[in-house]
């Protein structure tokens, strides 16, 4: 369906909202519950391999999903910033030699254990989803 939304909840959190555009690819929607949630959970799970700038952040998201999920400006500095506020992640400036300036971003412990608690709700929120659709990916009988 191009061009339409999906948000689904489970106990009040927002855990997706996601738009297909023509290209076949999932954009990170500017919406304050997605970046409560999937995108939050996005930049945390990959920083937990390390230290990352927020171009190559979105990069890697977009190397792991296949280049299925694409995040804009728009939704993923707000999430590096709320994250960085909260004290889950922590940045410094760096200046490769013949390259510009740019921010890292690094988790906490404290963002450790968020991102591993994400990862625990996405996977029982991916579980009830996977139930209701069932295994071959087609609507249950009433």
């Not at 369906?1 to 855990?15: I, T």
């Amino acid at each position: 369906m191009l061009g339409a939304v999906v948000q689904l909840c489970h106990f009040g959190v927002q855990y997706v909202l996601i738009s297909r555009i023509s290209t076949g690819k999932l954009r990170m929607a500017e919406d304050k519950g997605l970046q409560k949630s999937t995108a939050t959970t996005l930049v945390l799970v990959v920083l937990l391999d390390g230290a990352r700038h927020g171009y190559d952040i979105a990069r890697e998201v977009e190397r792991r999903s296949e280049n299925r999920l694409m995040f804009s400006h728009g939704t993923l500095y707000p999430v590096l910033y709320a994250l960085e506020k909260s004290g889950d992640l922590e940045s410094c400036w760096e200046q490769p030699i013949g390259e510009r300036k740019r921010r890292v971003y690094a988790l906490t412990d404290s963002g450790r254990r968020e991102a591993e608690k994400a990862i625990a709700e996405w996977r029982e929120f991916s579980t009830a989803m996977s139930k209701v659709i069932g295994a071959n990916g087609h609507e249950q009988p009433a």
